[in-house]
């Protein structure tokens, strides 16, 4: 009997450890790669390579790092912002930069502005001795140009890579300054000059009444474009509003900035809120007689102004101040072109700009497998970087992403430019998945891109909590309402789903890629190294 029962006993010891062995630690290993239920990749693949000079974060333990184990899942309750900044996906050291890889050279710049300025206070001159001959009183400014200033900075940081490094001491003295300095020339924008008033009422596009915005031009000679406010925090784009005719938000430019640096894209110049008295900043401001004649005063007795179109863009189009203050945003502009040519590009997946029309992209989903084909989209990080533009206008609720800009000296493998970001953020309880067209249908995405997306979705750094605190630093704040918080947070859990999907259905290796790819671009650009390469 004792003998039986010690077999039995040996039988069942030696079945269950096979089962063990042989079933249920295979089962937990696969889990543990994937990371749990509901993770898109395995966390083997959370260590960024080597690649172009690029080192890659020094982690003692890659997988507790990145995707942090359960005790620092636990909110210490101090800043997430400041938090997510020191996590290694935001400390990777970058190449060292030659001058190829820089936009500009300091010494030229310099030049290129000494003559500007000169050429300036020439043109000052004469315009007051012109307004002192006509009994007209004029304010007058002393422009003082420094080779330090926080713009010309920020023009000399911009690289092959990004607009400004992740630690540019010069974009947050660039985003004080276009607060607080005087503004001493206000005109209308370049594009809105080369319109000349003409509006075509055959175009559904909104004509530029609705677009207005200016050039403003501060003491230190820097230049910022200001978009006024068009409608207030808590109001939501009707669904019955198409996105072509849409209002631009001036926070949403705002928001634009912090949710681009918090992404670690890089790409969208520095934005800041201010209030501007349009009498004294503006109406009195300006050498431009058309932009003075669009001031009026309104029934309520506030000062209010509107664009100079031939056709619609009347006083019911206007924006006013309460009286004379009205707040908007400043976004710095670029190098010129003749500094630093941009070529603006058609995106694959632009919408159609008519009531009815619909792109080939919206009804063929094998759209991209077409676009895979064509240069420049068939090597290098062209389509990679649209990938990554598309996750940041869905983000936002941008569907207005009809062209992408990037500099001619970069060549194919440059980055691309993320303006015009105002049409975001307009309803918060919508989630636009068209925009999502690229990813969805190429089923690629950065690896960098996807580790950043992944961190964001977790308590530690959570992408709602870490854009309220980045943007209760601006003037304007609160600049979003809490339902556009929250709606990333929702937003940003589709775009994992759908990279989901396609690993379920291509697997990892398709669908996730390292950030560098090395170019069959012609001899002129053979050189310039993938984007990916910096981070």
Not at 15 to 35: C, E, H, I, N, S
Not at 137 to 155: G, Q
Not at 229 to 248: K, L
Not at 300 to 319: H, P, Q, S
Request: net charge neutral.
């Amino acid at each position: 009997m004792r003998r039986d029962r010690l077999l039995l006993a040996t039988t069942l010891t030696l079945v269950f450890t096979a089962d063990l062995y042989f079933v249920l630690l295979p089962k937990l290993q696969d889990f543990r790669q994937a990371g749990g239920p509901g993770c898109v990749c395995a966390r083997g693949n959370d260590s960024l390579p080597r690649q172009g000079g690029l080192v890659s974060p020094r982690l003692s333990n890659s997988t507790d790092s990145l995707q942090d184990s359960a005790e620092s899942e636990l909110d210490d309750g101090g800043s997430k912002l400041d938090r997510l900044f020191d996590h290694p996906l935001y400390n990777i050291q970058t190449p060292v930069l030659g001058p190829e890889e820089r936009l500009l050279q300091a010494e030229q710049l310099v030049a290129y502005y000494q003559k500007k300025v000169s050429r300036w206070e020439r043109h000052m001159e004469m315009y007051n001795e012109a307004a002192a001959a006509s009994n007209i009183t004029v304010p007058k400014h002393k422009v003082t140009f420094d080779p330090e200033v926080s713009w010309l900075k920020f023009h000399l940081g911009i690289n092959r890579y990004s607009l400004y490094s992740r630690q540019d001491p010069a974009v947050g003295q660039l985003l004080r300054d276009m607060h607080d300095l005087t503004i001493i020339s206000a005109d209308y924008t370049q594009d809105e000059k080369a319109l000349k008033g003409a509006c075509d009422c055959e175009q559904v596009v909104k004509p530029s009444g609705h677009h207005l915005k200016l050039a403003l031009k501060m003491n230190d000679f820097g230049k910022a474009m200001f978009k006024p406010m068009r409608q207030q925090r808590d109001e939501v784009t009707s669904e019955d509003v198409f996105y072509f005719v849409d209002f631009q938000r001036h926070n949403a430019e705002i928001a634009a900035f912090h949710l681009d640096r918090i992404l670690d894209f890089r790409r969208v110049p520095p934005v800041v809120g201010r209030l501007v008295n349009i009498t004294v900043e503006v109406l009195l401001a300006t050498h431009n007689q058309d932009l003075r004649n669009v001031f009026f005063t309104s029934p309520a007795k506030n000062t209010c102004f509107f664009a100079k179109c031939l056709y619609v863009c009347k006083t019911e189009y206007a924006v006013c101040g309460k009286p004379d203050t009205l707040e908007g945003s400043l976004s710095t502009y670029l190098p010129g072109l003749s500094q630093a040519p941009r070529v603006s590009i058609a995106s694959p997946w632009i919408r159609s700009y008519t009531f009815e029309g619909r792109k080939d992209w919206e009804v063929n989903p094998f759209f991209c497998d077409t676009i895979k084909q064509m240069y420049p989209y068939n090597s290098g990080n062209r389509l990679l970087n649209i990938i990554d533009m598309s996750i940041f206008d869905f983000l936002m609720g941008n569907m207005d992403r009809h062209h992408y800009e990037l500099f001619t000296k970069f060549g194919d493998e440059g980055f691309l430019l993320h303006f015009d970001n105002a049409r975001g953020f307009g309803r918060p309880s919508e989630d636009v998945m068209s925009i999502l067209a690229p990813l969805s249908q190429c089923c690629m995405i950065k690896r960098s891109t996807l580790m950043r997306l992944r961190l964001l979705s977790r308590e530690r750094y959570r992408l709602s909590d870490v854009m309220r605190e980045s943007l209760w630093g601006d003037p304007l704040r609160p600049v979003l309402t809490e339902p556009h918080l929250l709606a990333l947070d929702r937003r940003l859990k589709r775009v994992l789903e759908v990279v989901g999907g396609c690993v379920r259905e291509l697997g990892e290796e398709q669908v996730v890629t390292t950030d560098y790819a090395r170019s069959t671009d012609p001899p002129w650009t053979s050189t310039v190294a993938g984007e990916g390469a910096q981070r």
